[in-house]
């Protein structure tokens, strides 16, 4: 029968010889091949101890963003939940109360705000749909769960850290954006 393609190779059915029947120069081949890889540049890195750096337009978990005095951004507007193609956003908004004005920026808050990121596909339309830069996509990622509702994140899971309170982890949280915003002063 004609082959569809050249790309066949016919199998080579000669009897073996004394030397491929003891395998040893076979084996011995395998060894050469393994001892030439561990002079060559490592492919792999000893995670977790090492981390390889994100790329600049890499999309992660989400941070809900406070301002520099540390009040939430966030104004329960909604707008982030529409532009969520997997409708993986809800939302409860609440009004802010007398003596409240530090912990939140706007008069309406979002007092319950929950991404479901089983649903997420880390478009980042809801950071770009959000006119109070109050969420943003940052260079981590969501850890492996053995629960369903593990993956539910709430406003305790997605908080950046108090500024004042936590520089140090904030600063951390901001990632690329905290360098991006010395560079711009
Ligand atoms: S990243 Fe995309 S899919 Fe995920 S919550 Fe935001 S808008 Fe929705
Ligand atoms: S995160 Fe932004 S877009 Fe979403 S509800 Fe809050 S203020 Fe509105």
Known sequence: MQPLTNRAKPVDRRPMTLVERIYLWNIFKGMMITLKHLFKRKATISYPEQKRPFSPV????????RDEEGRERCTACGLCALACPAEAITMEAAE??????????????????????????????CEEACPKDAIYLSETFAPANYQRKGFIYGKKDLLIPHPKEDPEAYK???????KQSQNAN
Request: proline fraction near 0%.
């Open 96 to 125: 802010r109360k007398k003596g409240e004005e530090h912990l939140y920026r706007e008069e309406k808050y979002a007092a319950r705000y929950e991404i479901n990121m089983l649903r997420c596909i880390f478009c980042g339309l």
């Open 58 to 65: 890499f999309r992660g978990l989400h941070i809900l963003n």
């Open 172 to 178: 951390k949280a901001l990632g690329n954006r905290y």
